[in-house]
């Protein structure tokens, strides 16, 4: 699905100018002719087809896909269960488990239903180059989207890994909103402070604070 067919476009249109919004359809139609790149053309924009800003309840902010064949899948962290977890999402399931519980897959779409947008800054990458689409047409709308998300009247809880993912938090009103922020969940960073962070209890009780259903991270 093209971006112009998701909820979000009419918000993103406000928010990018036409030359923005015409230089990503040239750069899709341009990368996926030169080299393989993940994910597949058809889920580049996965994530915002499947949460609306109606019901986005969660931000989760990636940096861009898996660079390996068969993992991305247009959702942040999240791979299909008949590929092995990569480290970054086995040591967020082993967080999960210390926080509210075990999930036994690690396809994540069944969170994407219930209000958390998986979103990455960057939305394509090359065959092993990892970053390698950083810094081009992607960060203006993936800022976009987080501005949208942030100026929405219903409370929000983002859920910033790393660095990468921080640097949104400018963007980001944190009067109505909760921003979790800690080190990547990267083997490199894992142990400076992302495993005892209790994101997911803490997104939760925010959530209900805020009389919103919570996040039924196990299912």
Avoid: C
Wanted: hydrophobic share 40%; proline share 7%; no cysteine.
């Amino acid at each position: 699905m093209p971006l112009s067919h998701t909820s979000w476009a009419p918000n993103v249109k406000k928010k990018l100018t036409s030359d923005q919004i015409e230089n990503i359809s040239a750069f899709l139609a341009r990368v996926y002719q030169n080299a393989v790149v993940f994910p597949p053309k058809d889920k580049v924009f996965a994530a915002l087809v499947a949460t609306t800003l109606q019901n986005t309840k969660v931000v989760i902010m990636g940096q861009d896909p898996y660079h390996e064949l068969g993992q991305a899948q247009g959702l942040s962290f999240s791979v299909p269960d008949v590929v092995p977890a990569p480290p970054s999402l086995r040591n967020i399931l082993t967080e999960l488990t210390d926080d509210v519980g075990t999930r036994s897959s690690h396809d994540l779409t069944s969170w994407t239903t219930q209000g958390v947008l998986l979103l990455n800054a960057v939305l394509t990458v090359p065959e092993g180059r990892a970053n390698a689409h950083a810094k081009g047409v992607w960060e203006p709308l993936t800022d976009a989207i987080i501005q949208i998300a942030s100026e929405d009247d219903q409370p929000k809880v983002f859920i910033l890994w790393g660095k990468y993912a921080q640097s949104k938090r400018q963007l980001i009103d944190e009067t109505r909103h909760l921003v979790i922020a800690s080190a990547h969940p990267s083997p490199l960073s894992a142990y400076r402070g992302f495993f005892g962070s209790r994101p997911f209890s803490k997104a939760n009780a925010f959530l209900i604070k805020n009389s919103r259903e919570p996040i039924k991270w196990l299912e």
